[in-house]
């Protein structure tokens, strides 16, 4: 009945417990293997963390690369063009030129006599 009238007191004032345990509670027995295992998981998703950001920069890295390639090639299509236009435009000159020095020595060789000795007449004198 003891119990009964300290629970009734008033609202406003603090209730103190009149006994206390008598033996402590038992401290844990030094079985960290739950700490060691997180531990170690936090330790593994570091190294998986730093893994996942290593292949990021290398991916980034590959990918400038590749943007460097692609616009050598497209630089090199271009110059290709260029070269392919001005060639096109001066072809029937260009190939005017080449024939002329290739097939003129021809043209002099049979166009140009050679002198041959040819016997003169001779008269008939009976």
Do not use: C, W
């Not at 206390?20 to 170690?40: K, N, R």
């Not at 590749?66 to 260029?82: M, P, R, T």
Request: no cysteine.
């Amino acid at each position: 009945m003891v119990k009964g009238k300290e629970h009734q007191g008033s609202p406003t004032e603090p209730t103190n417990p009149t006994q206390f345990a008598e033996t402590p509670p038992p401290l844990s027995s030094g079985d960290y293997s739950f700490l060691e295992i997180v531990m170690a998981m936090q330790h593994a998703m570091g190294q998986l963390t730093e893994a996942v950001n290593g292949l990021k920069s290398k991916q980034e890295e590959q990918g400038r690369k590749l943007e460097a390639i692609s616009h050598k090639v497209y630089a090199a299509v271009a110059i290709v063009l260029v070269l392919g236009a001005i060639l096109t435009f001066f072809a029937k000159s260009i190939n005017d030129t080449i024939t002329n020095r290739l097939l003129a020595p021809v043209y002099l060789q049979q166009a140009i006599p050679t002198p041959t000795t040819t016997p003169t007449p001779q008269r008939n004198v009976r």
